[in-house]
């Protein structure tokens, strides 16, 4: 193959500095989760998940299955085509008004994942709006730095939840120019919220759209689960909420909301939407279930128990002296600050302990602050804890880690 030694040096560079990733064959069991069966060369054997982002368990959730069999049944497996040629189904259509209606907009906009939904929106927002200037948070994700950068549009990165220099920024530039702040509501490798109140002020004295990515507190938080601007009573005040299907509702998918004149314009203009094909049917039936499910009283249960939890394990894991770093959401990140010792604690963990939680490492997070990211869900138990604190112990001590401070 021509030029085949770049990419072998490519390959190269990533294992020398110890963060080549490699997945692991998970076989989960409906009705089971946490536990999954893991395959190895030499045999399976039953592991604990700790890294999930299906938050509340809803992928394995009787409801979801049951709406996902009904639609496959009747529709089959695929959706046709795009939206605009034959990829439009009833299930599409009702997800979309539940979607607008869980966040108290004129309209929603389906996409095949976050990712799509951001990087197509964003992307399109510099073509509708000239001369436009994105604000975007220092850590905001890939999929939005994406958007951004293909929109063509001017851009200006302040530090990140750094509202001073968000000012700043706005202050110097032209108040003429319509302008846009990207912010995400919950951080997910540190586990920290977006300043949102703050940032609403300030898009309201510069006259400035607000953009929220709410992926990581979509089904988590607020009375039905619409995100943290519905816990805090600030929707009103955002003018485009994105969202995914893939975390706390538990299936696949992404989509935006907001007015319904902003919506259309995205739909009829954003390659990532009209050249792509639509989300199956059976994924939207499934996703509908889980949104409808998580604005009822057991929703609420959910949540309430999945904070519990997170609030639990930080308590664990600061008790027995390991170094979890300050986290107001669900996320427990427990900082390690080494590729290679990041790697060799997770697979001891998976290998010695059946406990399977993967590393973080650059470029997900910088270089020297490399984590292993806990996701406790309302199923995790405290007795897997004291059995995930233990072993952890165990290995820290091996790999001559230090503890917290």
Same mark, same amino acid.
């Given at each position: 193959?021509? *030029?085949?030694?770049?990419?072998?040096?490519?390959?190269?560079?990533? *294992?020398? +500095?110890?963060?080549?990733?490699?997945?692991?064959?998970?076989?989960?069991?409906?009705?089971? %989760?946490?536990?999954?069966?893991?395959?190895?060369?030499?045999?399976?054997?039953?592991?604990? #998940?700790?890294?999930?982002?299906?938050?509340?368990?809803?992928?394995?959730?009787?409801?979801?299955?049951?709406?996902?069999?009904?639609?496959?049944?009747?529709?089959?497996?695929?959706?046709?085509?795009?939206?605009?040629?034959?990829?439009?189904?009833?299930? *599409?259509?009702? !997800?979309?008004?539940?979607?607008?209606?869980? *966040?108290?907009?004129? $309209?929603?906009?389906? %996409?095949?994942?976050?990712?799509?939904?951001?990087?197509?929106?964003?992307?399109?927002?510099?073509?509708?709006?000239?001369?436009?200037?994105?604000?975007?948070?220092?850590?905001?994700?890939?999929?939005? #730095?994406?958007?951004?950068?293909?929109?063509?549009?001017?851009?200006?990165?302040?530090?990140?939840?750094?509202?001073?220099?968000?000012?700043?920024?706005?202050?110097?530039?032209?108040?003429?120019?319509?302008?846009?702040?990207?912010?995400?509501?919950?951080?997910?490798?540190?586990?920290?919220?977006?300043?949102?109140? +703050?940032?609403?002020?300030?898009?309201?004295? %510069?006259? $400035?759209?607000?953009?929220?990515?709410?992926?990581?507190?979509?089904?988590?938080?607020?009375?039905?689960?619409?995100?943290? /601007?519905?816990?805090?009573?600030?929707?009103?005040? #955002?003018?485009?909420?994105?969202?995914? !299907?893939?975390?706390?509702?538990?299936?696949?998918?992404?989509? #935006? $909301?907001?007015?319904?004149?902003?919506?259309?314009?995205?739909?009829?203009?954003?390659?990532? %939407?009209?050249?792509?094909?639509?989300?199956?049917p059976v994924m939207a039936a499934g996703a509908l279930a889980s949104v409808s499910k998580l604005r009822t009283d057991e929703g609420r249960r959910l949540r309430s128990l999945h904070q519990e939890n997170a609030a639990l394990l930080k308590k664990k894991f600061a008790d027995a002296g390991l170094p979890v770093m300050d986290s107001p959401s669900h996320i427990v990140p427990l900082m390690v600050g080494d590729p290679e010792r990041c790697k060799a604690l997770s697979d001891t963990l998976l290998f010695d302990f059946g406990i399977y939680v993967q590393p973080i490492n650059y470029p997900t997070v910088p270089r020297g602050t490399e984590r292993l990211r806990f996701t406790p869900s309302p199923v995790h138990?405290? $007795?897997?804890?004291?059995?995930?604190?233990? /072993?952890?112990? /165990?290995?820290?001590?091996?790999?001559?880690?230090?503890? /917290?401070?």
């Amino acid at each position: 193959m021509k *030029h085949l030694k770049a990419f072998e040096d490519a390959l190269g560079e990533i *294992h020398g +500095e110890g963060r080549y990733r490699v997945f692991i064959d998970l076989q989960r069991q409906r009705g089971k %989760f946490p536990k999954a069966i893991a395959r190895f060369e030499d045999g399976e054997r039953e592991v604990t #998940i700790w890294c999930s982002n299906d938050y509340l368990g809803m992928g394995q959730d009787e409801d979801v299955i049951n709406a996902m069999h009904t639609a496959i049944d009747s529709f089959g497996a695929g959706s046709g085509g795009t939206r605009n040629i034959s990829g439009t189904t009833r299930y *599409h259509v009702d !997800l979309e008004r539940e979607l607008a209606d869980l *966040h108290q907009k004129e $309209a929603a906009l389906l %996409f095949t994942s976050g990712y799509v939904s951001n990087e197509a929106t964003l992307s399109t927002l510099g073509k509708i709006l000239p001369n436009l200037i994105i604000y975007s948070d220092s850590l905001n994700h890939a999929s939005m #730095i994406e958007g951004i950068r293909r929109s063509g549009a001017d851009r200006r990165i302040f530090r990140h939840n750094d509202v001073d220099h968000l000012r700043a920024l706005l202050e110097l530039d032209d108040p003429e120019r319509p302008k846009l702040i990207a912010f995400e509501s919950v951080y997910s490798m540190d586990g920290d919220f977006g300043r949102m109140q +703050e940032i609403c002020d300030l898009a309201d004295e %510069f006259n $400035a759209l607000t953009y929220l990515d709410e992926v990581h507190a979509m089904g988590l938080y607020g009375e039905n689960g619409a995100g943290v /601007a519905e816990m805090l009573n600030l929707a009103d005040r #955002i003018d485009i909420i994105e969202g995914t !299907l893939a975390k706390g509702y538990g299936v696949m998918g992404g989509y #935006i $909301a907001g007015h319904e004149t902003v919506i259309d314009s995205i739909r009829s203009m954003a390659s990532g %939407f009209i050249f792509t094909t639509s989300t199956c049917p059976v994924m939207a039936a499934g996703a509908l279930a889980s949104v409808s499910k998580l604005r009822t009283d057991e929703g609420r249960r959910l949540r309430s128990l999945h904070q519990e939890n997170a609030a639990l394990l930080k308590k664990k894991f600061a008790d027995a002296g390991l170094p979890v770093m300050d986290s107001p959401s669900h996320i427990v990140p427990l900082m390690v600050g080494d590729p290679e010792r990041c790697k060799a604690l997770s697979d001891t963990l998976l290998f010695d302990f059946g406990i399977y939680v993967q590393p973080i490492n650059y470029p997900t997070v910088p270089r020297g602050t490399e984590r292993l990211r806990f996701t406790p869900s309302p199923v995790h138990d405290g $007795a897997m804890m004291d059995e995930l604190v233990a /072993a952890i112990l /165990a290995v820290w001590k091996q790999l001559g880690l230090d503890k /917290a401070a």
